[in-house]
T-cell receptor, first 113, second 116 residues
Framework: SQQGEEDPQALSIQEGENATMNCSYK?????LQWYRQNSGRGLVHLIL?????REKHSGRLRVTLDTSKKSSSLLITASRAADTASYFCATEVKKGIGSRLTFGEGTQLTVNP | DAMVIQNPRYQVTQFGKPVTLSCSQTLNHNVMYWYQQKSSQAPKLLFHYYDKDFNNEADTPDNFQSRRPNTSFCFLDIRSPGLGDAAMYLCATSRVFAGMSNQPQHFGDGTRLSIL
């Protein structure tokens, strides 16, 4: 079973609008992280929310986590054309002496100028 | 700036010809990861090094191997690349304390591998 499923798969909005992306997962987690990936580039970490946290803010980003529903959302407010990218959620679980991230399939966000 | 560097950015190899991708980091992180990412898909963890300890994912093909000669460098070796191995390969690092992370991973820009 896949850990970390996101919806929508693609989202197209106008500059200035808000964008909301959702992520669901299946198992208990240490934390949930959101990453951005511009086309042809590596992933950039945006925000990490621990399993005992419910909401976190960073600039124009707001992340919520509902462990009872095993779901998270990423809200980008006042979007800009530069926010156009793929956004991935990733859940961290303990494995052995370390831990591992499992990524969702991502949401492709297009912000039209 | 401290960072994760992958070389080369683009690699073309022939079917069955061994290829090595490299990753270096200046972050002094103790964990290094290799991911495979196919077009429009999620990154898939192949394996990681926790210090010198190698941790393979159960479904990583035997065709893929890795070396970490020191803290700063990590290599991905593909012994006999097939057409299905064409993908973006991403290296990442993180600092893990006492087996628990709660730290982000830092990614390089990847190497895009093409198989002829």
């Amino acid at each position: 079973s896949q850990q970390g499923e996101e919806d929508p798969q693609a989202l197209s909005i106008q500059e200035g609008e808000n964008a909301t992306m959702n992520c669901s997962y299946k198992t208990s987690i240490n934390n949930l992280q959101w990453y951005r990936q511009n086309s042809g580039r590596g992933l950039v970490h945006l925000i990490l929310i621990r399993s005992n946290e419910r909401e976190k803010h960073s600039g124009r980003l707001r992340v919520t986590l509902d462990t009872s529903k095993k779901s998270s959302s990423l809200l980008i407010t006042a979007s800009r054309a530069a926010d156009t990218a793929s956004y991935f959620c990733a859940t961290e679980v303990k494995k052995g002496i370390g831990s591992r991230l499992t990524f969702g399939e991502g949401t492709q966000l297009t912000v039209n100028p | 700036d401290a960072m994760v560097i992958q070389n080369p950015r683009y690699q073309v190899t022939q079917f069955g010809k061994p290829v090595t991708l490299s990753c270096s980091q200046t972050l002094n992180h103790n964990v290094m990861y290799w991911y495979q990412q196919k077009s429009s898909q999620a990154p898939k963890l192949l394996f990681h090094y926790y210090d010198k300890d190698f941790n393979n994912e159960a479904d990583t093909p035997d065709n893929f191997q890795s070396r970490r000669p020191n803290t700063s460098f990590c290599f991905l070796d593909i012994r006999s690349p097939g057409l299905g191995d064409a993908a973006m390969y991403l290296c990442a690092t993180s600092r893990v304390f006492a087996g628990m992370s709660n730290q982000p991973q830092h990614f390089g820009d990847g190497t895009r591998l093409s198989i002829l």
